[in-house]
């Protein structure tokens, strides 16, 4: 079963608007992480946001919030003020079980265009 | 300070070939982390270790993987026998605890292509 599901492989967006990545998740854990990670056509993966699954509040992190909904179990990740150098893909990921050392599971990404 | 680094960054095998690819984690970092990320896909977890221990190793995809951390520092994956299927970008992951509460940082990948 797929444990997280990015419907979106290709966004558009115009420069200097918000934009949102959808990100879905399935587990059964009650402790869990929510991690978002930008990877760009250099290939290295970058920490964005992560979010706790016991945080009451939505993380932030300067231009990227995260829309956490876990009635819903999704997480989704919002852009402000789209900028050229957000043009990457996008990945959100999962961690169960923090005695198992961490490992992530990934989604599909979704692949952000920021338009001038 | 120093990233994750990882080398080659690019390695072209013959099918059939070996290769070992490796991986500088983080100074002190306890935990590191192998990725497999084939073309368009999201990265896939492949192995774990707590210092020298390997204590996960459940997504190696055949017993041509094998991978190791003998001082519990570098990190070098081995792939004995390369197949086409084996062509995908290695990234490689050091965390600061072992208990996984903290983000994983990223090395550059090595993009193995076997041809």
């Known amino acids: 079963a797929q444990k997280i599901t990015q419907t979106q492989p290709g966004m558009f967006v115009q420069e200097k608007e918000a934009v949102t990545l959808d990100c879905t998740y399935d587990t059964s854990d009650q402790s869990y992480g929510l991690f978002w990670y930008k990877q760009p056509s250099s290939g290295e993966m970058i920490f964005l946001i992560y979010?706790?699954?016991?945080?009451?509040q939505n993380a932030t992190e300067g231009r990227y919030s995260l829309n956490f909904q876990k009635a819903r179990k999704s997480a989704n990740l919002v852009i402000s003020a789209s900028q050229l150098g957000d043009s990457a893909m996008y990945f959100c990921?999962?961690?169960?079980?923090?005695?198992?050392?961490?490992?992530?599971?990934f989604g599909q990404g979704t692949e952000l265009s920021v338009k001038p | 300070g120093a990233g994750v680094s990882q080398s080659p960054r690019y390695k072209v095998a013959k099918r059939g070939q070996d290769v070992a690819l490796r991986c500088d984690p983080i100074?002190?970092?306890?935990?590191l982390f192998w990725y497999q990320q084939a073309l368009g896909q999201g990265p896939e977890f492949l192995t774990y270790?707590?210092?020298?221990?390997?204590?996960?190793k459940s997504g190696l995809p055949s017993d041509r993987f094998f991978a190791e951390r003998p001082e519990g520092s570098v990190s070098t994956l081995k792939i004995q026998r390369t197949q086409q299927e084996d062509s995908a970008v290695y990234l490689c992951?050091?965390?600061?605890?072992?208990?996984?509460?903290?983000?994983?940082?990223f090395g550059p990948g090595t993009r193995l292509t076997v041809t």
């Open positions: 992951a050091s965390s600061l605890d072992r208990q996984g509460a903290y983000e994983q940082y």
């Open positions: 100074s002190g970092h306890v935990s």
């Open positions: 979010q706790g699954s016991y945080d009451e």
């Open positions: 270790f707590q210092n020298e221990a390997q204590l996960d």
């Open positions: 990921a999962m961690r169960e079980a923090y005695n198992q050392g961490g490992k992530l599971i």
